[in-house]
């Protein structure tokens, strides 16, 4: 993975947006007093790599995974297919954490190239093509290990299974499906990566990247337990976050030149990841293992191991902060280079420790209520007060984001104060209310109910959809963070936001037209077609529902209400107009839902049978109603909101006429005093009467 990095000083000089020197906003070469090679990082690197390779073997053989025996009537898994499967994992994950690692470094650590911002430094483009790289590898991999867990899941001699064999796994299995979509997103990144030499391009080939991570979580250990809407949100959470701190670090370790820049850049939010690795991991531990089984259980040994790694690698972070970051700020690698070496050693015995985990059987789990597979959690009593306010079920993923954002606004804020600039109360207690009503809605009893019951569901949707924007879009958050977040002539966060608001996609998502598009199809397309029995029976399908929901809400309202800069600002007449024609869009759903005579999700409600809801199409037609009737209150804020936006406009024009004719007057110009020349024109218009 290091041979694309080698790329000799000349050579970097002709890359597109490349540069040496000060241009690439690094200091000093890896050779000679400043540190040591490029071939000494590399066998580092492979030290760490086989270091892994041990852990994952050892945990392999002393946890038992591959010591399988026959159950009766059952054939035995084949102890090689584990072995290779255990270690493709391993493999697999190295791949993954470098491209992320690599293409984020490229997206992110450094700024533009000097003269053109947009351009990709030299060192940029090292990561960007290494990152492309390690993708291909990814890609490869994850096709490998399909004919591997085939014969994994079917308990047969890998040469049992045929290409026929294969595309029956990959069309009638979820796992199947999993590996082949990473797969493509991860070869679509490597092709983007290759083909991009601006940050934009960067950015897009991370994103394909980090998305490559996600389709595999929701198919292992974690999404077949009793807990596993909480313990697949937490693995989301883990594997996201430990592919950037892992691999930023190894982009750092590879980079050509001292990266103090880019060190920077990355120690600053490498203790968030840090902190959200170590947090989810808990979750993810917790969710999966009993306490009572931390010692008795392969499984339980096995994840105690990598917890104590990680803890160790936390450790090594905190020196690396406090020791090598200022080394590396003054021109010395060598600190940095012998902190990294070992930090990445245990990060790669983490990712075998995992790899290890991933064909190791959890501790069997009794199941004493069968709906508690399909839900993720027991069947709820009947509805009540006490029991939607009472009985939660946190929403991990939305339950995170809640704290992070609020943290960061607060944040803002006090930095706003603290320099003398004032911001309103009340945008910071509309910002704070919409991410409380939004924890309500997904992690109460709310969110247990809204699965069993089409009009407890339909409820979550109307805030989701109305309340939660419009109190997230009045608190105006993007203007906070333009006024709080410092200018960075390199490019930075400020930098990054502005671009996003003025972008093309931006440009064209606010208009108008799209934005009511989007808000309005997403009410007919999930109820009236297969999508809402999907999102209720697949937690990625409930997780887009929801993040979906939220965000076509948010972009509506700011168009209509936001206080935020846009790119396409619209009049206040066109505003009211096409709120209206929401609300009747917003009834006639409603109205069609109360008069329906066909269930909804029929398959979904039946099959898990609740004893206490009582006739199902008439729990349907309240949802209806629920649909209807909810926007009356948003209706009333959203109209008072227009209305008091549209006179404070009206009081700034006027200001700003009389401003122009005290100015005219002053300088004894009647002709530019608006006020006379609006009166000259009505007197126009009354000759040519006339």
Request: hydrophobic share 55%; proline share 6%.
């Amino acid at each position: 993975m290091t041979a694309s990095t080698e790329t000799s000083q000349n050579t970097a000089a002709t890359i597109p947006g490349g540069g040496a020197g000060p241009r690439s906003g690094l200091h000093g070469h890896g050779r000679g007093p400043q540190g040591p090679g490029r071939g000494l990082r590399a066998l580092a690197v492979a030290a760490a790599v086989l270091a892994g390779l041990a852990a994952a073997v050892v945990a392999l053989d002393l946890g038992g995974a591959v010591d399988v025996d026959a159950l009766p009537g059952l054939t035995a898994p084949d102890p090689a297919v584990t072995w290779a499967a255990g270690l493709l994992k391993y493999a697999y994950d190295l791949a993954m954490l470098a491209a992320v690692g690599c293409m984020v470094a490229a997206a992110c650590f450094l700024p533009g190239r000097q003269g053109d911002r947009a351009r990709l430094t030299a060192q940029s483009w090292r990561w960007l093509r290494v990152g492309a790289a390690a993708s291909a590898l990814w890609a490869v991999v994850a096709l490998v290990r399909l004919p591997v867990e085939a014969a994994n899941l079917n308990a047969v001699p890998l040469d049992r299974i045929g290409t026929q064999d294969v595309w029956f796994y990959v069309s009638e299995f979820e796992q199947g499906r999993a590996l082949a979509l990473a797969a493509l997103l991860a070869l679509a990144a490597a092709v983007l990566a290759l083909r991009a030499f601006t940050i934009p391009g960067a950015v897009g080939a991370a994103a394909l990247a980090v998305a490559a991570t996600f389709p595999p979580v929701f198919t292992g250990h974690s999404a077949s337990n009793g807990n596993h809407q909480i313990a697949v949100d937490g693995l989301l959470i883990h594997v996201v976050a430990a592919a950037f701190w892992a691999g930023g670090l190894f982009a750092l370790f590879i980079a050509r030149k001292d990266p103090a820049v880019a060190a920077r850049r990355y120690s600053r939010t490498a203790l968030f990841a840090y902190a959200a690795v170590g947090g989810s991991g808990l979750i993810v531990f917790c969710a999966n293992v009993a306490l009572t089984d931390l010692w008795t259980t392969p499984y339980g040994r096995i994840a105690l191991a990598k917890l104590a790694v990680l803890a160790a690698g936390g450790l090594l972070g905190w020196a690396h902060r406090r020791r090598a970051l200022p080394a590396v700020a003054a021109g010395d690698r060598r600190a940095f280079t012998r902190l990294a070496a070992a930090e990445l050693a245990l990060m790669a015995i983490a990712f075998g420790l995992a790899a290890s985990l991933s064909v190791t059987p959890p501790p069997a789990e009794e199941l004493a209520d069968p709906n508690t597979a399909v839900l993720g959690f027991p069947t709820p009593g009947p509805l009540s007060v006490a029991s939607v306010a009472l009985d939660w079920y946190p929403s991990i993923l939305f339950c995170t984001a809640a704290i992070a954002l609020v943290g960061a606004y607060v944040a803002g804020v006090v930095r706003l104060r603290r320099r003398g600039d004032a911001w309103p109360w009340y945008r910071t207690a509309l910002w704070i209310a919409g991410w409380v009503a939004l924890v309500v809605t997904t992690s109460s009893g709310l969110g247990k109910y809204g699965m069993v019951l089409f009009s407890a569901h339909m409820v979550q949707h109307m805030a989701l959809n109305m309340l939660v924007p419009i109190l997230l879009v009045l608190a105006a958050p993007v203007t906070l963070a333009l006024r709080a977040l410092r200018p960075d002539r390199a490019g930075g966060p400020r930098e990054w936001l502005l671009a996003a608001v003025h972008s093309r996609w931006s440009r064209f998502v606010s208009k108008p037209l799209v934005a009511l598009f989007i808000y309005l199809t997403s009410l007919y397309l999930m109820y009236f077609t297969g999508m809402f029995e999907w999102a209720l029976r697949s937690h990625f399908g409930h997780l887009f529902m929801t993040a979906h929901f939220l965000a076509a809400g948010s972009l509506f309202f700011w168009v209509i209400i936001g206080p935020d800069p846009k790119p396409r600002p619209l009049s206040y007449p066109a505003k009211v107009l096409l709120y209206f024609v929401s609300i009747v869009f917003h009834a006639i759903f409603g109205l069609t839902l109360m008069l329906s005579t066909t269930l909804i999700a029929g398959d979904w409600y039946t099959q898990i049978a609740m004893p206490w809801a009582g006739d199902l199409l008439a729990d349907q037609r309240a949802g209806g109603g629920i649909a209807w009737a909810f926007g009356e209150i948003p209706s009333l804020i959203i109209i008072g909101v227009l209305i008091a936006q549209w006179t404070r406009s009206e009081d700034r024009e006027g200001r700003r006429l009389d401003r122009m004719a005290e100015r005219a007057t002053a300088s004894g110009r009647p002709e530019d005093d608006p006020h006379e020349v609006y009166n000259a024109y009505l007197a126009s218009l009354d000759q040519e009467r006339r």
